[in-house]
């Protein structure tokens, strides 16, 4: 993509309405725009960095078996009725009426109407255990939305529910949603800790939070010191074997949210305990048959009796993982996207357009990256150089290779990594190298 002929509009000063360091950013870098209170649109940057977050979730959501599917952002009342929560959701739920003046409502969730499709099609326990997810929007009139998009009123999630049916075969799909989780986030160069949850209005007794530990997190968390050691490899799951072994070891170290935090009874001493904030990226929860009793969704078991399914939902932030992705790593130039989300690969960033020497070396090395299959920005735009080089930083592409007048003069550019900060002076030839080099290599950060 040419940035001349590309839309990024970046700001200079840092909006006052944005209050933590992500929102900033977003709004600088001009990822997106306030459309009202909690409610943005998405420019083309942004856009970019969403659609690959939401990639990497639905590739790990249907590695761990779940299907996808799409339902409506706009429900009909009666399902809501049906399982006693349309009175019961209260204010945050946005409700709507057509010209029928019949009562309809932007869905926060989709409990209901994923109930309402399986008891639809689904009689017997041979067709289980199923799990349904979509990403979708949802709209909740949140009392306080701010810091941007992490608390919007409008926002993307990916949500799975699943059927299963009894308890221990629920437990079964919940186990392989909670690993699924644990690769997901660490594809998005995160450590997301499982914290025990109160289940809250969607309701049940098994739940857990994934959380990212960042000062300007919202909850207060406590958890074992030792957590920041543990990691899942890809390598060691397999969907088909009993996965309660990995749930154990990541549910044996402490880590709870305030909710259920007790000082008197914590079990962690002092010298181990970490208290800091987190951001709650993602919230799992099993609940028995709280919707299929109501909503009837029942199936034949083997004997030919009829039981109501088991079910669980599992959500994960995708729009406010945007944000969380850079409250976990920027620094004071800006954003420093994992490769795994950034919205491009790498940037040519041609310091002085018009200049033939450097015009001829920038094309060369744009085509070359983009032959290689590579998304490739060529920073073609004729701000001055300072200006573009702070962009650049600002927007956090991960390799950069810097084309002007003065090494062109020696035929050297500049190859720099955005997340370490370094930078050499090499041939065009070794810099185009360099960039394919470290992009092969897939470095999270
Ligand atoms: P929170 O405790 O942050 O209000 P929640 O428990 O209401 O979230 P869930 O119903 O579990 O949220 O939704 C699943 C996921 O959707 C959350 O883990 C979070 O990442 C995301 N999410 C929830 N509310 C918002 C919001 N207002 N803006 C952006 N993302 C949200
Ligand atoms: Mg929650």
Same mark, same amino acid.
């Given at each position: 993509? *040419?940035?001349?002929?590309? /839309? !990024?509009?970046?700001?200079?000063?840092?909006?006052?309405?944005?209050? $933590?360091?992500?929102?900033?950013?977003?709004?600088?870098?001009?990822?997106?725009? +306030? #459309?009202?209170?909690?409610?943005?649109?998405?420019?083309?940057?942004?856009?970019?960095?969403?659609?690959?977050?939401?990639?990497? @979730?639905?590739?790990?959501?249907?590695?761990?078996?779940?299907?996808?599917?799409?339902?409506?952002?706009?429900?009909?009342?009666?399902?809501? +009725?049906?399982?006693? *929560?349309? =009175?019961?959701?209260?204010?945050?739920?946005?409700?709507?009426?057509?010209?029928?003046?019949? =009562?309809?409502?932007?869905?926060?969730? &989709?409990?209901? +109407?994923?109930? =309402?499709?399986?008891?639809?099609? %689904?009689?017997?326990?041979?067709?289980?255990?199923?799990?349904?997810?979509? $990403?979708?929007?949802? /709209?909740? =009139?949140?009392?306080?939305?701010?810091?941007?998009?992490?608390?919007?009123?409008?926002?993307?999630?990916?949500?799975?529910?699943?059927?299963?049916?009894?308890?221990?075969?629920?437990?079964?799909?919940?186990?392989?949603?909670?690993? #699924?989780?644990?690769?997901?986030?660490?594809?998005?160069?995160?450590?997301?800790?499982?914290?025990?949850?109160?289940?809250?209005?969607?309701?049940?007794?098994?739940?857990?939070?994934?959380?990212?530990?960042?000062?300007?997190?919202?909850?207060?968390?406590?958890?074992?010191?030792?957590?920041?050691?543990? #990691?899942?490899?890809?390598?060691?799951?397999?969907? &088909?074997?009993?996965?309660?072994?990995?749930?154990? *070891?990541?549910?044996?170290?402490?880590?709870?949210?305030?909710?259920?935090?007790?000082?008197?009874?914590?079990? %962690?001493?002092?010298?181990?305990?970490?208290?800091?904030?987190?951001?709650?990226?993602?919230? !799992?929860?099993?609940?028995?048959?709280?919707?299929?009793?109501?909503?009837?969704?029942?199936?034949?078991?083997?004997?030919?009796? +009829?039981?109501?399914?088991?079910?669980?939902?599992?959500? $994960?932030?995708?729009?406010?993982?945007?944000?969380?992705?850079?409250?976990? #790593?920027?620094?004071?130039?800006?954003?420093?996207?994992?490769?795994?989300?950034?919205? /491009?690969?790498? @940037?040519?960033?041609?310091?002085?357009?018009?200049?033939?020497?450097?015009?001829?070396?920038?094309?060369?090395?744009?085509?070359?990256?983009?032959?290689?299959?590579?998304?490739?920005?060529?920073?073609?735009?004729?701000?001055?150089?300072?200006?573009?080089?702070?962009?650049?930083?600002?927007?956090?592409?991960?390799?950069? !290779?810097? !084309?002007?007048?003065?090494?062109?003069?020696?035929?050297?550019?500049? /190859?720099?990594?955005?997340?370490?900060?370094?930078?050499?002076?090499?041939?065009?030839?070794?810099?185009?190298?360099? %960039?394919?080099?470290?992009?092969?290599?897939?470095?999270?950060?």
């Amino acid at each position: 993509m *040419r940035l001349s002929q590309y /839309f !990024i509009p970046t700001l200079r000063e840092t909006p006052k309405e944005a209050q $933590i360091v992500s929102h900033r950013l977003m709004l600088r870098a001009g990822m997106i725009q +306030q #459309s009202s209170a909690g409610i943005y649109s998405w420019l083309p940057l942004g856009l970019k960095v969403m659609r690959k977050i939401e990639q990497i @979730v639905r590739e790990e959501q249907n590695r761990a078996g779940a299907i996808e599917v799409l339902m409506p952002t706009i429900q009909p009342a009666e399902l809501w +009725q049906e399982s006693g *929560r349309y =009175d019961d959701y209260g204010l945050e739920m946005l409700r709507i009426k057509d010209r029928h003046d019949r =009562d309809m409502l932007f869905g926060p969730t &989709n409990e209901e +109407q994923i109930t =309402d499709i399986f008891r639809s099609h %689904v009689k017997s326990y041979r067709a289980l255990p199923l799990n349904l997810y979509h $990403i979708q929007w949802k /709209f909740r =009139d949140e009392v306080r939305p701010r810091f941007g998009i992490m608390r919007g009123r409008e926002f993307l999630m990916k949500d799975a529910y699943s059927f299963a049916i009894d308890a221990e075969a629920a437990r079964i799909e919940y186990n392989k949603m909670f690993v #699924s989780y644990l690769l997901t986030f660490k594809r998005l160069g995160l450590t997301a800790i499982p914290m025990e949850a109160d289940t809250g209005p969607i309701g049940g007794d098994m739940s857990h939070e994934f959380v990212i530990l960042a000062d300007t997190g919202e909850s207060e968390v406590y958890c074992h010191k030792d957590w920041m050691n543990y #990691s899942l490899d890809a390598g060691e799951v397999d969907y &088909n074997a009993d996965l309660q072994p990995i749930v154990d *070891r990541f549910t044996e170290l402490y880590a709870v949210t305030d909710e259920k935090y007790d000082a008197a009874d914590c079990p %962690v001493p002092a010298e181990k305990l970490m208290t800091t904030r987190g951001i709650e990226v993602g919230h !799992i929860f099993y609940f028995g048959s709280k919707y299929s009793t109501p909503l009837g969704a029942s199936v034949a078991d083997e004997t030919g009796k +009829q039981c109501d399914v088991h079910m669980g939902s599992y959500g $994960i932030g995708v729009s406010r993982l945007v944000g969380g992705i850079i409250e976990a #790593s920027h620094d004071d130039k800006g954003i420093i996207w994992p490769q795994s989300v950034a919205p /491009f690969d790498a @940037v040519v960033i041609n310091l002085k357009p018009g200049n033939a020497d450097c015009d001829k070396v920038s094309e060369q090395l744009y085509q070359q990256l983009l032959a290689a299959g590579h998304d490739v920005l060529l920073d073609d735009s004729t701000d001055s150089p300072g200006a573009k080089l702070n962009a650049m930083d600002l927007i956090g592409i991960p390799y950069q !290779i810097v !084309i002007g007048p003065r090494g062109m003069k020696d035929g050297i550019v500049e /190859f720099k990594i955005r997340k370490t900060g370094a930078s050499q002076d090499m041939s065009p030839d070794a810099a185009g190298q360099a %960039v394919l080099e470290h992009l092969a290599g897939q470095d999270t950060i």
